[in-house]
Antibody
Framework: QVQLVESGGGVVQPGRSLRLACAVS????????VHWVRQTPGRGLEWVAV????????DYGDSANGRFTISRDTSKNTVFLQMNSLRAEDTAVYYC??????????????WGQGVQVTVSS | MLTQPHSVSESPGKTVTISCTRS????????VQWHQQRPGSAPTTVIL?????PSGVPERFSASLDTSSNSASLTISGLKTEDEADYYC?????????FGGGTKLTVL
């Protein structure tokens, strides 16, 4: 059964960095893409980034703004989101989500439980 | 951009439809998904690839496209109180994923 478990969240000061991890099971990263999506309090879902099934393509939404980097370690079945120069407006729940297989990885079909990131001094 | 109504409400047992209108490009040019988010919970996917229900999603959930209005629709029949949630449409264009703003469904 597909599972995605996020970790690495917490409280961080503005300007600092944080790395989120998404440990996956029930599917292989070599066949499926993985997304990061965030949700600010009382707001909707905002797409952050995706890494393709072959790891070659990494794409980012406006919210990543050149400060975030997505990567993966297939040996650990884990996808990462490195967030630098964090701002108060990055405060959100961050979800990782599984994409469909192959080139259809733009289709989101499973979600993790989310991890809270709070940027505050 | 995907536009959804902010909120809808309906009574238990009735049928409700939530729309998702694409502002540019054809709604049929890329698959549309629908995600349900109950209060305090993570989203779950209730519709894939325009109109496919993932395993475990009740048949009460269905979806379609209307190219004349360039929109997608999620229909929930036989409403139950447990269907009260936020619903988000999701699609993609180029190398970008799009989410609608979400629709709050109240079952009263």
């Amino acid at each position: 059964q597909v599972q995605l478990v996020e970790s690495g969240g917490g409280v961080v000061q503005p300007g600092r960095s944080l790395r989120l991890a998404c440990a996956v099971s029930g599917f292989t990263l070599r066949r499926y893409g993985v997304h990061w999506v965030r949700q600010t309090p009382g707001r909707g879902l905002e797409w952050v980034a995706v890494i393709s099934y072959d790891g070659r393509d990494k794409d980012y939404g406006d919210s990543a703004n050149g400060r975030f980097t997505i990567s993966r370690d297939t040996s650990k079945n884990t996808v990462f989101l490195q967030m630098n120069s964090l701002r108060a407006e990055d405060t959100a729940v961050y979800y990782c989500a599984k994409g469909s297989s192959g080139s259809y990885y733009w289709i989101v079909d499973n979600w993790g439980q989310g991890v809270q990131v709070t940027v505050s001094s | 951009m995907l536009t959804q109504p902010h909120s809808v409400s309906e009574s238990p047992g009735k049928t409700v439809t939530i729309s998702c209108t694409r502002s540019s490009g054809s709604i049929a040019s890329s698959y549309v998904q629908w995600h349900q988010q109950r209060p305090g919970s993570a989203p779950t996917t209730v519709i894939l690839e325009d109109n496919q229900r993932p395993s475990g999603v009740p048949e009460r959930f269905s979806a379609s496209l209307d190219t004349s209005s360039n929109s997608a629709s999620l229909t929930i029949s036989g409403l139950k109180t447990e269907d009260e949630a936020d619903y988000y449409c999701q699609s993609y264009v180029g190398n970008t994923v799009l989410f609608g703003g979400g629709t709050k469904l109240t079952v009263l």
